[in-house]
């Protein structure tokens, strides 16, 4: 449990703020984005020149190493906040970016994301705070984007000067609707764009409706549900779990059917099947305290949610998803046209099951990955498997570890030549309820003809 370094407990962290004051602070932020980018970049877009300089940066191993991050050898993982409504959870207002990088950075490593991405509060900052700013996440191991308003009226080459002499990473390109049109990733020492995430909303929108629906309504939009799951683009893509536009951090509410444990278990599976599917990742802040299925709050993340053994577990399997999506290659893109991604059970709608497999490129360490969105047990579920051998149970959302029922398959199971599924090969496992299971593929056997 984290603590303050006045070792208050989170559930005494939360100073209160009228929500007139909120607005105006929201509108006083917005006033402050727009002068700093007519005044702060007013000497590079006339032609002057900024010192490159004044900042003795302590970032190189972060810089060097920034092309391979963005070049498509790395899995990225995104932390979306707005840094005021994040910092007054833990401390009282002013915001101060010295205590906030001391509480944010430590705990966004921790849970292995490798990016922030944060709001237009910190090109507001003096840049030597930003440089602060930046250079503590470098030094951690954690890339900074900000998000640039498509309708700024300061010319782009400003803003790119500026995110160049502060080792800005990257920068979500931003709408009216203050929906991201895409995410552009910098090269290693310049700001000449090497890698454009383009966000694939679909999965949302089709995600929210299904597990909106009763467990017999689901079974009916199966067909559905599977084409908004396929891969449909050969090129990297964004999956996002973020609030809708009518919603403000920290308020909004994920629709899901079921009483609660239903709820809860169905928010880790589909947690679950976003890492699994082909696509780097994006969250906004509270998605990974499951803030989400709690009663809407003023606070933006709201700390005592941790003393709740659900939501613990939410953040837990949220750690562990992102090591298992930087150490298993099968969970990465491969660069093909099938994302390394293959169907094996589309079409089990009286079950609410789907399975699909993700493979690497030498063909070893596949990972299958096997979800239930119904609320009851599928024992000696058999599907047919694309390599025969064992293949060991690697993550399981129904775990006690993560609030679960403790459901699965122990080590994992051997595949039998059982034809099924159109494969010579198939495995038996029991399927836990509400749950999403991935198996790796671990000692090979030879199929036979």
Known sequence: MMTTADNRTPGKMSPSWPRSFKLQRRNLAEAAWTLALSSSFSTVSSGGSASQATWPWDDGDWMRARVGRHGGDMPLALYRLDASDWYVSRFPPPLN??????????????????????????????????????????????????????????????????????????????DGTSRASG???????????????????????????????????????????????????????????????????GQWRQSIHGDDWQRFAAYRASLALM??????????????????????REAAMHWPLLFESRHAGILRMMADLNRLYVNEPAMQIRHDGQLGFEWLVDDDSDNCVIVFARHTESGHAS????????????????LGVPSAGWWREIFNSDSVFYGGSNVGNSRGATTKPIPSHGHAQSLTVTVPPMAALFLRHENWIEETP
Not at 114 to 136: G, K, N, S, Y
Not at 278 to 284: E, H, L, N, R, T
Not at 367 to 382: E, G, K, P, T, W
Request: overall charge negative; charged content about 20%.
């Open 97 to 174: 970016w010295n205590h906030l990088a001391q509480e944010l950075v430590p705990y966004v490593a921790d849970l292995g994301f490798t990016h922030v991405v944060l709001d237009e509060a910190l090109i507001a900052q003096p840049e030597a705070v930003v440089c602060q700013f930046v250079e503590t996440c470098h030094v951690a191991g954690v890339g900074v984007m900000v998000r640039y308003p498509a309708a700024s009226p300061t010319p782009e080459s400003a803003f790119l000067a500026w995110c160049q002499r502060c080792h800005i990473d990257g920068f979500e390109e931003v």
């Open 367 to 382: 990972m299958i990955c096997l979800c239930n969105f119904q609320a009851s047990v599928h024992y000696h579920y058999r």
């Open 275 to 296: 890492w699994a599917l082909p696509g780097d990742k994006q969250v906004a802040m509270g998605v990974e305290l499951g803030q989400a299925l709690s009663e809407p």
């Open 183 to 249: 995410c552009h990733l910098f090269q290693s020492e310049t700001t000449e764009l090497l890698l454009t995430l383009h966000r694939r909303p679909r999965w949302q929108v089709a995600s929210a409706h299904y597990l909106a629906l009763a467990p017999a309504e689901r079974s009916r939009w199966h067909a559905d549900w599977i084409e908004a799951l396929t891969p449909h683009e050969t090129d990297r893509g964004l999956l996002e779990q973020m609030p809708d536009e009518a919603s403000t951090f």
